[in-house]
């Protein structure tokens, strides 16, 4: 079983910057890709950012140059991995609730919420004009 808790969210004025954080439990992430999705109101969820085990890594034309997602290893453990999202340059319109993802094969950023097997709960971002 894997764990995915998301923390870092809150309420910031347009132009702004906040980091979101996920905790990943429960697997050695070799073959993982690990991602940020965002779901505005009744609209499906959409793919913000995604890192795959390379480091490769791959962007929401709407957040280019804004977002930057990473990852690192925590603690002495290969089983606990943290996921950022660093969001500078805010918009109201990335006002969201930010979810974060993961899944043991290569997904691109089209992904919906069935091609990635563990999600997290979500945390809510708040960007006011």
């Known amino acids: 079983q894997v764990y995915v808790t998301e923390s870092g969210g809150g309420s910031v004025q347009a132009g702004g910057s906040l980091t979101l954080s996920c905790e990943i439990l429960g697997t050695t992430f070799t073959r993982y890709c690990m991602g940020w999705f965002r779901r505005v109101g009744g609209k499906e969820r959409e793919g913000v950012a995604i890192?795959?085990?390379?480091?490769?890594?791959?962007?929401?034309?709407?957040v280019k140059g804004r977002f930057t997602i990473s990852k690192n290893s925590t603690g002495n453990t290969p089983y606990l991995k943290t996921l950022y999202l660093q969001m500078n340059s805010l918009k109201p319109e990335d006002t969201a609730m930010y979810y974060c993802?993961?899944?043991?094969?290569?997904?691109?950023?089209?992904?919906?919420?069935?091609?990635?097997?563990?999600w997290g709960q979500g945390t809510q971002v708040t960007v006011s004009s």
């Open positions: 993802a993961a899944e043991p094969r290569r997904r691109p950023l089209s992904s919906g919420v069935s091609d990635f097997r563990f």
């Open positions: 890192i795959y085990p390379d480091r490769q890594t791959t962007y929401a034309d709407s």
